[in-house]
């Protein structure tokens, strides 16, 4: 919400480099949600939690369940593209050599 | 610092060509080879151990794939887990770790073979329940006016619509309930946490999960105690049998009591 009138109306008044730093914010904004699988995990524990509780059945489980599963994809081919870590995949233990890479 | 992804990021269940991989399900202490059965990941996969020293992953074959944690897949996870824990203490693997070779796991075994010494010798015949309660949020808001006075009092003027005060009565209601809901819940929560204290070893609370929980936790429980926990759970369960739905799991591999950050990189 902020942003948005940030957006329509601060570039009016400020200067250029006011634009140029929304726009920044705004990409820096966007990239943060597709790159976060946090709030997609928390729906899918959600989503097991209605399944446990009987309050949803197994159809509609597989049906959102699949959904979610492709937001988490999404996320990590963003985070890839973007050069982050991703978690899954084959993995070896670090070499001692380059340690906290 | 992008290195280049060959793995699928699908896993395709069936027909499955190239297996080269290893998934890692947990860490034991076992210095000879040992069969679990073919009920690994991705479709009934042979499980068995990998060593080092007295040291054992448990592992079943897998193509290099990312592992998306549908039910389906964390509940094979899960049942490997159970089974091999059934006669051992383990040290659980966070779901989907594939390695990409036998060697690969014999390093991390190696590399890290103090680390899971001491940790299995300290989880030894441990085992971890999962507790949520969720609460039924009318019935005890139904309560908090039988017992509460000032909450009655209010509910009573609302309801005989004394015009003049009826909007900021209602305000006022709304935030008494809240503050008193509040105190409710954090005294159930105490109160179930003292009635299983004495019979677990440690305790730990996660976040809670949608609006009707008021309670996530993780006990770790000696073996010989499980027993005795039980009874408490469903003791205190009763308890509150009207107001509270409690949903009790385990017992578990230590999830939430295990903490190894082990130094794992992408093997491209």
Redesign the interface.
């Known amino acids: 919400m902020g942003l948005l009138t940030k957006l329509l109306f601060f570039p009016i008044a400020g200067p250029v480099a006011g634009i140029r730093w929304s726009l920044g914010k705004v990409q820096r904004v966007v990239e943060e949600e597709l790159v976060d699988d946090a709030p997609v995990?928390?729906e899918?524990?959600?989503l097991?939690?209605?399944?446990?509780?009987g309050d949803i059945d197994d159809a509609e489980?597989a049906q959102r369940?699949a959904v979610l599963?492709q937001r988490?994809?999404d996320v990590?081919?963003w985070r890839?593209r973007l050069?982050m870590a991703t978690?899954?995949?084959?993995?070896?233990?670090?070499?001692e050599s380059?340690?906290?890479? | 610092?992008?290195e280049p992804?060959t793995?699928r990021?699908e896993t395709p269940p069936i027909a499955q060509p190239a297996v080269e991989?290893k998934y890692v399900y947990c860490i034991i202490r076992l210095d000879k080879p040992r069969d679990f059965g073919s009920v690994g990941i991705g479709g009934g996969q042979r499980v068995y151990t990998v060593h080092y020293q007295d040291l054992a992953a448990i592992v079943s074959d897998t193509p290099?794939?990312?592992?998306?944690?549908?039910?389906e897949h964390v509940l094979a996870h899960e049942f490997v887990n159970e089974t091999v824990m059934r006669e051992f203490t383990v040290i659980p693997m966070s779901f989907?770790?594939?390695?990409?070779s036998e060697d690969?796991v014999t390093?991390?075994l190696r590399?890290?073979y103090q680390a899971f010494s001491d940790v299995l010798d300290k989880m030894q015949d441990k085992i971890e329940f999962g507790l949520?309660v969720?609460w039924e949020r009318e019935k005890v808001i139904a309560n908090l006016e039988r017992e509460n006075d000032e909450i009655r009092r209010l509910k009573d003027e609302i309801s005989r619509n004394i015009a003049s005060s009826t909007y900021f009565a209602r305000m006022q209601l709304g935030r008494l309930v809240e503050a008193a809901l509040e105190g409710v819940q954090s005294r159930y929560v105490a109160d179930i946490h003292e009635a299983l204290k004495p019979v677990a070893v440690a305790s730990r609370s996660n976040k809670v999960?949608?609006d009707r929980?008021i309670l996530n936790a993780a006990f770790l429980v000696e073996r010989t105690q499980e027993r005795a926990f039980d009874d408490k759970v469903k003791e205190v369960s009763r308890r509150y049998e009207e107001l509270l739905?409690f949903?009790y799991t385990g017992p578990w591999p230590p999830y939430n009591f295990v903490n190894i950050k082990?130094?794992?990189?992408?093997?491209?």
Not at chain 2, 64 to 71: A, K, N, S, W
Not at chain 2, 96 to 100: E, S
């Open positions: 995990k928390q899918l524990m959600e097991q939690m209605l399944l446990e509780l489980y369940e599963m988490l994809r990590r081919e890839e050069g978690a899954g995949g084959p993995v070896r233990v670090a070499r380059d340690d906290d890479a | 610092m992008t992804q793995v990021t991989g290099l794939v990312i592992y998306d944690p549908t039910r989907g770790t594939v390695f990409r690969d390093e991390l590399s890290t949520k969720l999960i949608g929980m739905t949903k082990l130094k794992l990189e992408k093997a491209n």
